[in-house]
């Protein structure tokens, strides 16, 4: 995962990088967190689930989704 070096946060992620297919082929590695739509959600090996409503704090930590 890349981080912005002005924003401190990692830079956003396509959504075409976390489909089932790239997930199961080595993405999981790098995004097994994101955030779309301002909520956090979570890689379960076979699907996406949301996890919680996206802290301030979670944008430092996880990439955001771009579509």
Excluded at 5 to 23: D, F, G, I, Q
Excluded at 45 to 65: I, L, Q, R, T
């Amino acid at each position: 995962m890349k981080i912005s070096t002005e924003l401190k946060k990692p830079e956003p992620v396509n959504a075409r990088e976390l489909s089932n297919t790239k997930m199961s082929n080595g993405n999981v590695e790098l995004f097994p967190k994101v955030i779309d739509h301002g909520i956090v959600k979570d890689w379960i090996g076979m699907g996406w689930v949301n996890s919680h409503a996206a802290s301030e704090e979670d944008y430092f930590k996880y990439p955001e989704v771009k579509r």
